[in-house]
């Protein structure tokens, strides 16, 4: 398996909602990204993690909340979002923070499409 | 500042053509990537290089470490690879994270 998977593809939640994005990889990567990409921008770092530990924060909101529970699995907790949050949410992973030993070294998930009303 | 500059930013190109993406990078890296993003879609990851040349099928990718450059070419350019490329750089040292070029547009007429 050389796939890292985002679920859902598609989700719209209202300003009240708590939702929950997935990530699943099962490459043995050590270190997942999750990058927010607005139409026609490259993507922007939010969260690192590296052996499970949060390893950066880059001064995302906190309606954001990153979550790893095990080495396979990311999740990103959305509470109270805005419109402006409305975006491409994706996941990567590599080997670990430092190397990258794997063909391609990053591997990027699909994404979720999430559009806040 | 580390910043990575790529051009064109829009390119149209007949089916057929051969094509060529430009990246430039302002400091020393660790590797640099070459990745596809179909519209509305994820981002596939075509090459990662630390020096020399690549090459996949129509793609090939070369970086010049002194100049601090890179490009990407495509032979026989096909409607299907109508697509956002993006040129992004892992700095030595860096925790992981990569710098992102905002992306070239490219689009293929048959």
């Known amino acids: 398996d050389t796939e890292v998977t985002q679920t859902p593809k598609h989700l719209v939640m209202g300003m ?3 939702k929950s994005l997935k990530c699943e990889q099962h490459m043995g990567h050590r270190a997942m990204y999750w990058y927010k990409q607005k139409a026609k921008k490259p993507p922007e770092l939010m969260f690192v993690y590296s052996y499970e530990k949060l390893s950066i924060n880059e001064s995302v909101p906190s309606r954001f909340s990153p979550e ?3 080495s396979s699995l ?6 109270a979002l805005q419109p402006e949050d409305s975006a ?3 996941c990567a992973s590599s080997q670990d923070l430092f190397t990258a030993t794997v063909p391609y070294g990053y591997t990027f998930g699909s994404g979720t499409r999430l ?3 | 500042k580390n910043e990575v500059e790529q051009s064109p930013q829009n390119l149209t190109a007949q089916e057929g053509e051969f094509i060529t993406i430009n990246c430039s990078y302002s400091v020393g890296i660790s590797a640099l990537h070459w990745l596809q993003q179909h519209p509305g879609g994820g981002i596939v990851s075509l090459f990662m290089l630390s020096s020399g040349k690549k090459k996949h099928g129509r ?3 070369t970086i010049n470490i002194q100049e601090k450059h890179s490009s990407l070419h495509i032979t026989a350019s096909h409607p ?5 490329y993006i040129c992004a750089v892992k700095y030595g040292g860096s925790q992981g994270n990569l710098i992102f ?3 070239t547009k490219l689009s293929v007429k048959p």
């Open chain 1, 88 to 90: 491409l949410y994706l």
């Open chain 1, 115 to 117: 559009t806040v009303v």
């Open chain 1, 16 to 18: 009240t909602n708590k």
């Open chain 2, 80 to 84: 299907r690879d109508s697509a956002v």
């Open chain 2, 59 to 61: 793609l090939i990718a």
């Open chain 1, 74 to 79: 990311l999740n990103l907790h959305l509470h």
């Open chain 1, 68 to 70: 790893c529970p095990n």
């Open chain 2, 101 to 103: 070029g905002k992306g």
